[in-house]
């Protein structure tokens, strides 16, 4: 192989193992149903460049790199870890402190960090089916024996998880990783119950296992009422919890955390080697949240998401309810559609693609391109209200179009 045939083949390889390479994504869409992403409107631009000034008059060193004497570089800057501890302490303990809570470039580079610093090539990893594409990919670049269980109408099934574990145990196999959305799960929008989170932190204690709680879209509630994290239930100090100001601020700050024991922390401060977050912008978050804006942010930001969500499941009411069932989730950004098997579902996002109607194939969800395919996730999110009625139209006008003939 010449130098040329290598870098092709490495660049080959390379975009296969690419986390965020969506195969089929329609970039130029009129209807873009695609991406979580976080509706540009709601941006609060000028408070954030108000604390972002705030932040560099106060302290101009907030410019500088972190520092070793404090732990600012490994595990970020002190007063938004102080202020995510005072949110989340009851999660994590009355003892807890700021050793409790490591800052990231976002929730995905957490899970990656939490990946490259515990997974050993051949380790078994545990994910729920359906789940959120790129955690799947970060574990397998990690080496990972990627496992699934499935998820039901109140999230990941416990009960065949610890079948699953006990199976593996029987094998000699070991177990370093579970990953899990308890609350809207991605891209099911399920929710688990209180008992089985219990039962969920149980498990990782019985079995000596990792386990990963994502809460990226936590704290995107329309209705009902909080539920305590797997975390709270963790007596042994085995679970980790993730989190992100992406949906709730703008994903461009990328900031987002790790809570969990000392101990876990302080092997994935030994594995960083980003140089951490920026620390100008961390200061500038801990200051939106102290002064009560971040909170009033978050309330305006829920209730329009709420007029979304609720348009969108009367336009699939309308226009796709002969041909697919879901349930309205009770927040985070996603539509789980099963299209019915009078569809020929590859047909039916065809012509939607083509009509310009973007919508992210269930087949993406599920780790192997068997599974899914009568699966379609609609995100609200970015689309502008007045643009979700006729883009689900079209979509109907797609499924409609793919009928089987019987």
């Known amino acids: 192989m010449n130098s040329h045939d290598f870098e092709l083949a490495l660049r080959s390889t390379l975009a296969e193992m690419s986390p965020f390479q969506y195969k089929g994504e329609a970039s130029s ?21 108000e604390y972002m000034n705030l932040a560099i008059e106060e302290d101009p060193g907030i410019l500088q790199y972190g520092l070793s004497a404090d732990e600012s570089l490994r595990y970020g800057e002190s007063t938004l870890r102080e202020e ?42 545990i ?25 039901t109408a109140e999230g990941v099934d416990i009960d065949a998880l610890a079948a699953l574990l006990d199976r593996l145990r029987a094998a ?67 679970v980790v919890r993730v989190g992100s100001f992406s949906k709730t601020i703008a994903p461009a700050l990328r900031m987002g955390w790790v809570t969990g024991s000392r101990p876990l922390l302080a092997i994935l401060a030994s594995a960083r080697s980003d140089l951490g ?50 349930e309205v989730p009770a927040g985070g950004y996603f539509f789980w559609l099963r299209l ?31 599974e899914g395919r009568q699966m379609l996730r609609i995100a609200f999110s970015q689309v502008p209200e007045e643009d979700i009625p006729h883009g689900i139209e079209v979509l109907g006008e797609a499924l409609q179009s793919s009928r089987v003939k019987e």
């Open 277 to 326: 977050v920026s620390q100008w912008t961390a200061r500038a978050l801990a200051l939106f949240l102290g002064s009560g804006h971040y909170d009033e942010h978050l309330a305006q930001l829920l209730s329009a998401y709420r007029k979304k969500r609720d348009l969108l499941d009367e336009s699939l009411t309308s226009h796709c309810a002969d041909l697919a069932q879901w």
């Open 127 to 151: 994910f729920e089916a359906p789940t959120w594409g790129v955690a799947i990919t970060l574990a397998r670049q990690a080496r990972a024996d990627v496992r699934a269980v499935p998820v």
């Open 340 to 370: 019915s098997e009078r569809v020929d579902a590859a047909k039916a996002k065809n012509l939607a693609k083509g009509r310009g109607v973007a919508a992210r194939p269930g087949e993406q969800f599920f780790g192997t391109p068997e």
């Open 172 to 238: 000699g196999r070991r177990v370093k990783v579970i990953y899990t959305i308890p609350t809207f799960q991605t891209p099911t929008g399920t929710v688990l119950p209180t008992a089985s989170r219990r039962r969920l932190a149980e498990l990782a204690a019985r079995h000596n296992v990792l386990l990963v709680e994502d809460g990226t879209y936590a704290a995107l509630r329309y209705e009902g009422t909080e539920l305590p994290s797997v975390q709270s239930f963790d007596t042994g100090g085995r």
């Open 84 to 125: 995510l501890l005072a949110r989340y302490r009851c999660d994590l303990g009355t003892g807890a402190d700021l050793a409790n809570v490591m800052l990231t470039q976002g929730a995905v580079s957490a899970i990656d960090l939490i990946f490259r610093a515990v997974i050993d090539p051949g380790d078994i990893a």
């Open 29 to 49: 869409a009129t209807w873009s149903f695609t991406g979580g992403f976080p509706d540009v409107r709601h941006f609060p631009a000028r408070r954030l460049a």
